[in-house]
């Protein structure tokens, strides 16, 4: 395939040894391994316990799911990604789709003799049943049911990277109370927080989309200007805080995140007024970064722990790092930065 033979910039027929890892890392986003492995571990901690050898190997289990994940979703989304994202789209094609289905069957076979290692070491249906989910939705969400091209099914999907490694981790150990608190409240606050912003995505990548036919229930409220469900799905995860709080299945220190209750009105309202390219990146870049420091407070606002706030602490760091150095688009930019500050007093 002539797509699997580019020719890179450092010469031959592909690209050199360093220069595919280069258009491997980019290309798959592996800064989202922050999310994942920040929820594992802190779901692995919430109890007070410690599993260093976990929280440790963790991180290349959960770089595996990630590159696994958006492997697929790259090859799923190739026609899309033309449109929605043509940066990335060439750096998968000078890195070969023949090779990136090779990398996606290779992190998936990594994630499952990880799973089965932590499987032997802590035996449990639970765990069990919870890396089968793992797997099964993040494969299915491109390939196979496709769950992303339906309406209802996609939100539900879209939930699953804040939200299956905190369970998944907390099934390492099972613990029921901990599992009642904090782990189920601060899932579902995360689940609730994602669903407010899933729509972001959605608007900043419409043209792609359209051209598949797809169209989710988020951008429908919002094409029906639906503005009061929209701005209700933002605030659902606060409210929900505050219920967990008073009957004490969170702990004081998650109303930390009340405040932020404001950035997420600003970022939904900044996404929505995106028209041009330019604009709809600086919105979708600032929803991720907004997004992972969300998740990352959270888990160490409802588990108030030294080990809980260090994980955190070192995802944060690895995120800085990895959208910065990493990642395709470089990370958020001073530039993106002015043009989000302009969606937001410009008139709509």
């Known amino acids: 395939m002539a797509a699997s033979t580019t ?12 220069r595919s890892v280069v258009l491997l890392v980019r290309s798959c986003s592996v800064r989202f391994t922050a999310y994942y492995w920040v929820g594992f571990t802190a779901g692995l901690l919430a109890g007070g316990g410690s599993a260093l050898p976990w929280v440790l190997l963790g991180a290349p289990m959960w ?15 190739r ?21 990136l289905t090779g990398v996606a069957i290779g992190s998936w076979t990594c994630f499952a003799l990880f799973g089965a290692a932590l499987l032997w070491t802590s035996p449990s249906v639970v765990l069990a049943v919870l890396l089968v989910a793992d797997m099964a939705i993040a494969i299915g969400y491109s390939v196979g049911p496709a769950l992303k091209r339906h309406r209802v099914l996609s ?10 490694p905190v369970l998944t981790g907390w099934a390492v150990e099972g613990d029921t109370g901990v599992l009642l608190s904090p782990v ?42 639906r503005g009061a469900a929209v701005y209700l799905l933002t605030a659902a995860p606060h409210l929900l805080v505050v219920v967990f709080v008073l009957t004490g299945a ?31 990146a600086a919105a979708r870049e600032v929803m991720h970064q ?20 260090a994980v955190a602490a070192a995802a944060v760091a690895y995120w800085l790092v990895a ?3 990493l990642h395709w688009s470089g990370g958020l930019k001073k530039d993106q930065l002015v043009r989000w500050r302009h969606l937001l007093t410009a008139t709509s």
Do not use: H
């Open 7 to 18: 020719v890179g910039p450092y010469g031959g027929g592909r690209a050199g040894i360093a």
């Open 184 to 225: 189920l409240p601060v899932a579902a606050v995360l689940a609730a927080f994602t669903l407010g912003l899933s729509g972001i995505k959605d608007i900043t990548d419409v043209e792609g989309d359209r051209a598949l036919g797809y169209s989710s229930l988020w951008m429908l409220l919002a094409r029906l200007r």
């Open 250 to 280: 969170l702990p004081p220190t998650a109303l930390a995140l009340l405040p932020l209750a404001v950035v997420s009105v600003l970022v939904v309202k900044a996404a929505a007024r995106a028209r041009v390219p330019a604009d709809r």
């Open 79 to 99: 026609e899309a990604d033309v449109v929605n994202q043509p940066e990335r789209t060439r750096l998968c094609e000078e890195f070969g789709w023949a090779r």
């Open 63 to 77: 770089l595996a799911l990630c590159v696994g994940t958006e492997s697929v979703n790259r090859i799923a989304d």
């Open 290 to 309: 907004f997004t992972f420091y969300f998740l990352a407070f959270a888990l160490a606002a409802a588990a108030p722990r030294p080990a809980v706030a």
């Open 155 to 164: 939100l539900a999907t879209l939930i699953t990277p804040v939200v299956m």
């Open 323 to 325: 959208s910065r150095f």
